[in-house]
T-cell receptor, first 115, second 117 residues
Framework: DTGVSQDPRHKITKRGQNVTFRCDPISEHNRLYWYRQTLGQGPEFLTYFQNEAQLEKSRLLSDRFSAERPKGSFSTLEIQRTEQGDSAMYLC?????????????FGPGTRLTVL | AQTVTQSQPEMSVQEAETVTLSCTYDTSENNYYLFWYKQPPSRQMILVIRQEAYKQQNATENRFSVNFQKAAKSFSLKISDSQLGDTAMYFC??????????????FGGGTRLMVKP
């Protein structure tokens, strides 16, 4: 399978715990995006990387959130001291950046439930 | 700020019939792209169709076509010969203009489409 993969697919945690999600993009893609989607809503942008550089972060990304893409391949999204409001689907997408074109390919998402 | 509005939270259509999903957006840019994404139940989001604003011809992909009205900032999706597999959430999405770095997508609130047998 050469699509975007995410791990784990589901995560249940208790409030206050730390969680980490992983995203593996399509291998030749240089851009990687994280979105958050709450039930019945459209995804909201969190952050994105071009290769290993994190170029933009949404104001939705509080200090408890950190994302990395250390070698320009896979990425991790960590949430510290989880809160119930963090419960959502976390989507990863990747694209091959060519000026004027930006088709993003999405992974299946990680559904986080904070109890 | 860019906004994307989908005014139909839910729609239903009989199998084999045609349905149109609406999307309006707001931008001051002249060159941009627009996308429709499909998210089936418990499955990942996939791109259905894309439209480039500088192209006057409406995009078509098999049973899917768009009605792009640039002046009205309207971008509707028409699904012809609806199939049960078309049941999904449909999102209209608008990236930052391609001249700028990032191209993060702004999504509408979605339309839940149910195709009935």
């Amino acid at each position: 399978d050469t699509g975007v993969s995410q791990d784990p697919r589901h995560k249940i945690t208790k409030r206050g715990q730390n969680v980490t999600f992983r995203c593996d993009p399509i291998s030749e893609h240089n851009r990687l995006y994280w979105y958050r989607q709450t039930l019945g809503q459209g995804p909201e942008f969190l952050t994105y990387f071009q290769n290993e550089a994190q170029l933009e972060k949404s104001r939705l990304l509080s200090d408890r959130f950190s994302a990395e893409r250390p070698k320009g391949s896979f990425s991790t999204l960590e949430i510290q001291r989880t809160e119930q409001g963090d419960s959502a689907m976390y989507l990863c997408a990747s694209s091959l950046w060519i000026e004027g074109a930006n088709e993003q390919f999405f992974g299946p998402g990680t559904r986080l439930t904070v109890l | 700020a860019q906004t994307v509005t989908q005014s139909q939270p839910e729609m239903s259509v009989q199998e084999a019939e045609t349905v149109t999903l609406s999307c309006t957006y707001d931008t001051s840019e002249n060159n941009y792209y627009l996308f429709w994404y499909k998210q089936p139940p418990s499955r990942q989001m996939i791109l259905v169709i894309r439209q480039e604003a500088y192209k006057q011809q409406n995009a078509t992909e098999n049973r899917f076509s768009v009605n792009f009205q640039k002046a009205a900032k309207s971008f509707s999706l028409k699904i012809s010969d609806s199939q049960l597999g078309d049941t999904a959430m449909y999102f209209c999405a608008f990236p930052r203009p391609w001249e700028n770095a990032g191209n993060m997508l702004t999504f509408g609130g979605g339309t839940r489409l149910m195709v009935k047998p």
